[in-house]
């Protein structure tokens, strides 16, 4: 899911509980776990309801001013039209940023890591991860549609990819491009 940076300091302190949505499906589930600023948040209920029934209070659960804001914010959406609620909790930092701090790599982990690369590699049909590894060591902070020539996937692909990547701890997103993590230069360094 996702949220504009100014809401993020009240989904930290808990001021901001619920948000809603215009999906025409469900894009939360109860027990999903969702990364938004740095942050592990957990949907708790997710249900649609009536525009017809908001209140003031929803929006200011919603962190926002009012009813009047929260509906601009939805595109204005008729009276009986439903949208979703998505009612969250803030469980603690996002996971990835501890795991991708962690550099002293026993050799279980380099065996685990490498595991997970090679599966990584099988599943897609043809090996990608340390090549990818070895370009963002090589070009931190270079544009992603840059790499993904140098790769020969298509952008959005190797966007995804990299995205797996991260959520092993091995790479960091930057304004542009990206870096490895430390965790990832220490993979790095043990698999060469």
Do not use: C
Request: hydrophobic share 40%; aromatic share 6%.
């Amino acid at each position: 899911m996702l949220f504009s940076a100014s809401a993020w300091p009240g989904l930290a302190d808990g001021s901001i509980t619920v948000t809603f949505r215009t999906w025409s499906t469900p894009q939360a589930k109860v027990g999903g776990r969702y990364r938004v600023g740095g942050m592990l948040l957990e949907a708790t209920a997710v249900a649609e309801v009536s525009v017809s029934v908001l209140t003031d209070d929803d929006a200011a659960a919603a962190g926002e001013g009012n009813l009047t804001t929260l509906m601009k914010r939805l595109h204005q959406p008729a009276l009986d039209s439903v949208v979703w609620r998505v009612d969250l909790r803030y469980v603690g930092v996002d996971d990835r940023i501890e795991r991708r701090a962690i550099d002293e790599l026993t050799d279980d982990d380099i065996a685990g890591l490498r595991t997970r690369l090679d599966r990584l590699d099988r599943a897609s049909g043809k090996p990608w991860t340390r090549t990818t590894l070895q370009l963002i060591e090589k070009y931190p902070g270079v544009v992603s549609t840059a790499l993904a020539r140098h790769t020969g996937q298509e952008r959005p692909d190797f966007k995804i990819n990299v995205r797996k990547l991260k959520e092993m701890g091995l790479t960091e997103s930057l304004q542009v491009g990206y870096q490895l993590s430390p965790r990832g230069v220490a993979l790095l360094r043990a698999i060469r």
